[in-house]
């Protein structure tokens, strides 16, 4: 096969902001003095006790932690377009800087972070890690005096898509370092740890090697109960959710409005754009083309819908409510409807939310796809840098509740600087092939198609990805060119289809 080249940047233009602000959320801490001491510090109990299972691998935490003793500390970082690396910058109190070169190959961590060494009591070596952090993660408070919340996310963003992250640890809280991703391999008995934190990082963050480094005993014991699965041929690992939760207790307007529209529209809107589509593969008889899509609201503002049951009907009048930039309501007007969706979906989508087209290679429609309706949710987190980025999305009262059939009333709500993503194996997400031929195409992504809702900008509503069918019969492909400098199946996120399509899965 000849491989396809990447797509230029004009081509998936439409999914990149036109800027990347880096304007603080509401819920930013306030900047204090200058810190006193190093903005982290590695902290580490003097033992620590855990288990191996399927052939000595150790999925515990060893209870590393990275500490902010004096003052927040955050990591901002952002990619101008698909083809350029991150960048970003760490800050704590009054200060800042730049992150070391290549310090996030992805907005998931910050890459080699830490090394981490096992000895043995005769002082050899048993195993050795060199280690990426997501500072969002197993994030608590060092003691009852510590601020009781924190405002940071409580994940990192490993869609490759993303295009800005925040990281956090609230002043006095602490990271738990995790080794999930690589299980450390040693036989049960005792053993010296140390774990030290990078150069590139001590000299960026202008941290001694003494507050770098921590050393503690720990102690493997042997378990059972694990066992090695196609995803998992190690055993014992879990992998993250691939989506956000979805509260159940959304509640939407008290009362069906009594107009099409009320009030006004304020300067913050919300605004959806997409990004390319992914996880590219056939279905298992080769006949249909699968995709994930994700329509991402980039805005100040976020986009929530409520809908009112019509009587006696499965269908839900949808109207969108707005908001000034303090929070408060200014308003709605109807935008469409909601309807049950039955399937394999089985709750309540908001019509004509995206498109999905098949397109020949002089961009001309080949094949349009069924589906075109979402119950929306955050389940992405896109680009948590935009003004107004909401860092806990289903933690609030303007949340999403996709909603059984017997609901009278539903919210769906798309929290600004989040994606909704729906994957491959949906119904209707698919491209039939029929008598297609072979050759090169384009899989455009278009959010709000009819232009219903009301948005700030609607010129940045379309994204395309160049693709190649080739084969016949049982052996038909599908390829995708490369977008940028993105790895799309280097990470968890993506792995079932490149599985799926490499096994007819």
Known sequence: MRPLRPLAASVVAAALPATLAVAAPSTLPAAGADPAGPPVVLTAPESVTVTSYSGNYIYDPLGVRVTAPDQPFEVWANRATYDDPITGEWRSGGLSGPLPEGAMTSFAELSRFYSLRVRRADGSVAARRTLGVCLNEANTRNGPDSPLRSPYPEWCPYNPYTLGGVMGIQQ????????????????????????????????SLGIALDDARTTFTMVVQSGTGCRATATSPRGCRTAPRATAPRPAD????ATRPTAEAAGVVPETVMDLRSLPAFGISMNKDRTAIRFGANVWNAGDSPLLIDGFRRPGEDVMGAYQYFFDADGNETGYQQVGEMHWHEGNHRHWHFEDFAKYELLNADLSL??????????LAATDAVDYTVPGADWHPWNTDLSTACGGQEMQSIREVLPSGSGDTYYQYRTGQAFRLGTLPNGVYYIRVTANPEGNLVEGDSTNNESLRKIRIGGKGKKRWVRAAQVGVIDEYGGYYFRAALLRERFGG
């Not at 370092?177 to 030290?196: A, I």
Request: net charge positive.
């Open 366 to 375: 080949a094949v349009k796809s069924k589906k075109q309706s979402f119950c």
């Open 172 to 203: 006095d809280w602490g990271a738990t370092l995790q080794n999930w991703q690589r299980p450390l391999r040693v036989r049960p008995g005792t053993y010296t740890v140390t774990v030290v934190i990078a150069l590139p990082f001590r000299q």
């Open 250 to 253: 959304a509640r939407p307007h």
